[in-house]
C-alpha cells in the first residue's frame, strides 16, 4: 500500500504539474472561468460515465456522502480553479506556483482546529519551511511585481480555497464509493463553474476561441489532471490526510518546470536545480520517521 501510494503521489504531482503549463497555453484564447468549467464539465461526464458503465451506485444516501461532495466540489473544483485561473491572467506562472506553495504552510495551521489528531512534528516544520523555500528559488518571483498585481490576490485566495476543502473533506461517514463521490465532487465543481462563467461579466462561453490546439489542451487538462488526477486525489486525501496532501504542492513546481522546457522550450535555470534539491531535502524533513524506519528494513533485508 505503501509503495502503491507513493508512485500515486508522484504520478499526481506530475501529471497537475504538466496542468500548469497546459493551462497557460489554453488561456490564450479561453478566459479562465469558462476554461475551467470546460475542463470539469468534460472530467465529471467521464468520471459519471464510467461510475454508471461498471454499474456502481450513484445516489447519495445522507449527509455523510453531500458533505464530501459540497466541500470537495466547491472549494476543491469550483472556487479554486476559478480564482486560480483568474489569477493565472495576471500573474506569470512562476509567481503563481510560489504562492501555491503556501498551501503546505496553511494546512497544519487549519488542520490543528479542524484535525487534532494530525500535526507536524518540529522537524516537519522544518521541512515545510525548507520546502517552500525551494519552491521560491524554482519560481524566482520578482517582489517589485507582486504588490501591484490583483492577481495575486486572486491566487491567494485560491490556495486558501483548497485547503479549507482538503482539510474538510472527510469521508469516513460516506456511503458511496470512492469513484461515485469523486464523480459528484466533479459534478458539484462543474456546475458552479458553468454558473459562475453565466452570472461573471466577461467570462462568457461566446468569447472562447477553439483552435486545434486549444482544444487538444481541453481535453488534456480534462482526462489527466482532471478526471484521472482528482480520481487519485481523493483517494490520497482519504488515506494520507490533508497535511501529507499539501505538501503535494511542493512536488509540482518541478514536473511543472521539466514539462514547460520540454513543451514549450522554457530554460532551465540553476536556480531552479537549487529549488528541487531544497524540495527534496524539505520532503526527507518532514518525512524522516518514515526514512528511517525504511532503511532500517531495507538493511536488516
Known sequence: MARRDAALYLALAASWGTAFVATDAA????????????RFDLAA?????????????????GWGDWAPILVGGLCNIGLHHALLFAGQ?????????????????????????????????????AGVLVGFGGVVLIADPDPSNLAASAGVGLVLASAVAWTVGAVFTREDDADLGGLALQAWMLLVGALALDAAAFAIPGQSFAMAAFPPETTLWVLYLAVVPGAAGFLVYFRLLDRLGPIEM???????PPFAAVFG???????????TVGGFLAVLVGFCLVK????RRYVRVWLGG
Open 288 to 291: 524522516a520517521g518514515a526514512l
Open 27 to 38: 488561456l490564450d484564447t479561453v478566459p479562465p472561468v469558462p476554461l475551467a468549467a470546460l
Open 261 to 271: 522546457w520540454l513543451v514549450l522550450g522554457e530554460g532551465i535555470e540553476a536556480s
Open 89 to 125: 491572467r495576471t500573474v506569470p506562472p512562476a509567481v503563481a506556483a510560489t504562492l501555491l506553495g503556501l498551501v503546505p504552510v496553511l494546512t497544519p495551521a487549519v488542520t490543528r482546529f479542524a484535525r487534532p489528531d494530525e500535526r507536524l512534528s518540529a522537524l516537519g516544520v
Open 45 to 61: 461526464l467521464l468520471l459519471v460515465g464510467v461510475v454508471l458503465a461498471t454499474g456502481r451506485s450513484f445516489r447519495p444516501r
Open 246 to 252: 499539501g505538501l503535494l504542492e511542493y512536488v509540482i
